[in-house]
């Protein structure tokens, strides 16, 4: 999160864990860490489309919480059968790209996405 948040490789970077997510001092409370789910849009769904069939560690599924880190596209997969009006009415653009972080080593994974963007 932290790397799409300071890069700029993303838009919008969703996740408690950073001190400009609107929750995040809710989430401190409650929560002992903030969880392995990133939400990041990417600002056109040409870029989105970019990560989503370049990376090489994260697995393209719309599964999530398993101990491999996956990646999905919320408008084509989970949210597909809703209309193009409400989904981006509660964020759901054709440029989000969610990530669900597994146990594999952080440094790969922001080299992973870092290189889908080159």
């Keep these: 999160a932290e790397f799409l948040s300071k890069s700029g490789a993303a838009k919008k970077v969703i996740y408690p864990g950073l001190k400009d997510h609107p929750q995040h001092e809710l989430a401190k409370k409650q929560m002992r860490g903030f969880g392995g789910m990133v939400s990041a849009d990417f600002g056109s769904i040409e870029k989105a489309k970019k990560v989503l069939n370049n990376v090489k560690i994260f ?60």
Excluded: N, Q, W
Aim: proline fraction near 3%; charged fraction near 30%.
């Design 59 to 118: 697995t393209l599924a719309e599964s999530l919480g398993g101990v491999e880190s996956l990646i999905c596209h919320p408008a084509s997969m989970t949210h597909a059968s809703v209309p193009k009006e409400e989904r981006e009415k509660y964020g759901f653009t054709d440029a989000l790209v969610r990530f669900s972080v597994g146990i594999e080593d952080v440094e790969d994974l922001i080299r992973d996405v870092e290189m889908s963007l080159k």
